[in-house]
């Protein structure tokens, strides 16, 4: 049996923890040791393979904080994966160009050891606007045994290494759940803009247009759930502001979900719903997923890339058209915006075409 380090945002976004989940279930006879907070082990609590090593326990703060004073991260590092055999990187948008990415850049080149295999799937490159950041993470890359991106645009950057590939999200591998529909249930999935520096100043406008559509379906004989991903993310303050900003009466008619420890629970809302509105990028997939239609309200360039690589021909809405969008223009995509997911399901397995190998061969 092989120990494999598993390195992943692990803030309880639903998105990053569908990733845990799914890696988990496909190699039952390899151990994943996750750096993650304690309450992990109770989300995870069915994955008898996952090992949770407590960032947040005394012992763990003091040991990091005194080795970045020391710059000593790289033996860290080494340390918490001494055991294992293999370490994977897994996560959607991990590289991102912020102010900090010298030191988010220094990171994950003191995760990578050089002794040990190391695999990057399903995550995306960017935004950016410095060459610098690109030439940087050209160069950390080349060093990796086995890379997949999930788009087509991240890949074209790096396609000139020959460790890179492309295959759609790995969401895509999540073996479906069978759920009653209900078909007066809308969910709506919520962020709260202002925590990404493109879209500060988008939270009131995001905020009216969701209450809008929200009103207009309740008006139709709906139930809405408005729906939090991520509370690390504040996904819960944009809930609280958009219900805080409806009626008594009306607000009998929504219901709200913060995702946290209940993984399964989430995936089954989803599973049950008629129609989805999606912000959050993963609200997206599932919506495929689980055959349902999915108007997605656009707030990264993440999810047009994915969009543009499955042809989805529905309708959207971007945060630059949100003045315009109509809740009757969303309300209509309830008998369409659907999509044939056939072929990424297919896809998405090659995210582990070179792990496969290895962890097969080796276990």
């Known amino acids: 049996m092989k120990n494999v380090m598993l390195y992943a945002y692990s803030q309880y976004n639903l998105g990053d923890d569908l990733f845990i989940k799914i890696l988990c279930e496909r190699y039952p006879n390899t151990i994943f040791h996750l750096l993650a907070p304690h309450n992990y082990s109770q989300t995870f609590s069915s994955q008898k393979n996952l090992k949770i090593i407590r960032r947040d326990s005394v012992l763990f703060r003091g040991t990091n ?18 055991n294992c055999d293999a370490i ?5 948008s ?27 799937l399903g995550a995306n490159f960017g935004p950016f606007s410095e060459q610098a950041f690109l030439k940087a993470y050209h160069h950390l890359f080349q060093q990796f045994t086995d890379i ?7 890949y074209t950057l790096f396609k000139d290494l020959p460790n890179v590939r492309v295959a759609t999200d790995m969401a895509f591998q999540l073996e479906t759940i069978r759920a009653e529909t209900d078909p007066s249930s ?19 406008i995001y905020y009216k247009k969701i209450r809008e559509i929200a009103l207009y379906f309740i008006e139709q004989g709906y139930t809405v759930t408005l729906m939090s991903f991520c509370s690390y993310e504040k996904d819960n303050e944009a809930i609280e502001a958009i219900t805080q900003s409806i009626s008594v009466g009306a607000r009998s008619h929504i219901h709200t979900f913060y995702y946290k420890h209940n993984l399964d629970e989430a995936l089954e809302r989803i599973a049950s719903a ?21 108007f997605p309200i656009v707030y990264s ?37 659907m999509v044939d997911i056939t072929n990424q399901i297919i896809e998405s397995e090659k995210q582990f075409l070179k792990l496969d190998i290895y962890l097969k061969t080796k276990t």
């Not at 991990?94 to 995760?111: R, T």
């Not at 997949?148 to 991240?154: G, H, N, P």
């Not at 809308?186 to 009131?204: G, M, Q, T, W």
């Not at 008629?274 to 349902?292: C, N």
């Open 94 to 120: 991990l590289f991102i160009q912020g102010d900090s990415w010298k030191k988010e850049l220094k990171n994950v080149q003191e995760m990578h050891i050089n002794s040990k295999p190391f695999f990057l």
């Open 65 to 82: 904080l005194m080795t970045t004073k020391l710059d000593q991260r790289k033996l860290f590092y080494t340390y918490l994966s001494r």
């Open 186 to 204: 809308v969910i709506i999935s919520v962020i709260k803009p202002s925590i990404r520096k493109a879209l500060r100043d988008y939270d009131a």
């Open 274 to 294: 008629a129609f989805i509105v999606a912000t959050r990028f993963h609200s997206m997939i599932l919506g495929w997923i689980f055959r349902k239609p999915v």
């Open 88 to 92: 994977v990187y897994v996560g959607g």
């Open 301 to 337: 360039s993440k999810m047009t890339n994915i969009m543009k690589d499955i042809n989805f021909q529905g309708n959207y809405a971007s945060f630059y058209t949100l003045n315009t969008l109509k809740a009757e223009t969303v309300f209509q995509s309830i008998h369409g915006n």
């Open 148 to 154: 997949c991106f999930r788009d087509q645009y991240s």
